[in-house]
């Protein structure tokens, strides 16, 4: 049973483009966290997904960043023109259901020059 | 607002030392509590999940206690190993379902 896959693991970006990171959640999963982990701080929530439809997007930027989960096909964060404090490493978490454990990818680094 | 702090932030220990590391969260109305281990450059790696109504969880080593009413969590981990150096993070799953993530505490095992 693979794990949650995320990609890209690495991501460099200009200022002004756009960044879009995929997350296949564990297989039976079909509820989606995304998190944002900058240096030396902790895990911050983005945006928790399922199916079709976003549940808490409270973490989320009101600006430049959104998510989706499709019927079919991995969940996706957009960030579009990235600035340079968006620079972090972003976590795509599933689980089976709203309480059960949370298992998490690898991540994707975005770097912003 | 939940906030789960984590205490001490570094620790540093010989091999084979039992040790203790600390979470602790203001709202005591939670479902479940989580610890992971993060290497660095990597992912987190699930340990152990309790549920509210469980007072501890075991996995080889490793022993989590919850004690809700006092907003408290404890990892214990016995005869520490170099392999067992990471960040080991606790969060905490509220009424929102989201986990809320302390900062972690550091471990250094030396050999």
């Known amino acids: 049973n693979a794990g949650v896959m995320q990609n890209p693991r690495h991501l460099v970006r200009r200022r002004g483009q756009e960044a879009r990171l995929r997350c296949s959640p564990m297989?039976?999963?079909?509820?989606v966290y995304w998190y944002r982990q900058l240096p030396e701080e902790g895990l911050k929530f983005m945006v928790y997904?399922?199916?079709?439809?976003?549940?808490?997007e409270s973490g989320m930027p009101k600006e430049r960043f959104s998510a989706e989960f499709p019927k079919e096909g991995p969940s996706i964060l957009r960030i579009q023109q990235v600035v340079r404090g968006d620079s972090a490493a972003y976590f795509c978490?599933?689980?089976?259901?709203?309480?059960?454990?949370?298992?998490f990818g690898e991540g994707s680094r975005l770097t912003v020059l | 607002k939940q906030e789960v702090t984590q205490i001490p932030a570094a620790l540093s220990v010989p091999e084979g030392e039992n040790l203790v590391l600390n979470c602790s969260f203001t709202?005591?109305?939670?479902?479940?509590l989580q610890w992971f281990r993060q290497d660095p450059g990597k992912g987190l790696t699930s340990l152990l999940l309790?549920?509210?109504?469980?007072r501890e969880q075991t996995s080889g080593r490793l022993n989590a206690s919850l004690d809700k009413s006092s907003g408290r969590s404890t990892l214990y981990i016995a005869a520490s190993q170099p392999g067992d150096s990471a960040t080991y993070l606790c969060?905490?799953?509220?009424?929102?379902?989201?986990?809320?993530f302390g900062k972690g505490t550091k471990l250094s095992v030396i050999p």
């Open positions: 978490a599933s689980t089976q259901d709203r309480t059960g454990e949370l298992f």
């Open positions: 297989k039976g999963h079909s509820h």
């Open positions: 997904l399922q199916k079709e439809n976003i549940i808490d």
């Open positions: 709202d005591s109305a939670i479902y479940n």
């Open positions: 309790i549920q509210s109504s469980q």
């Open positions: 969060a905490v799953r509220a009424g929102s379902y989201q986990l809320t």
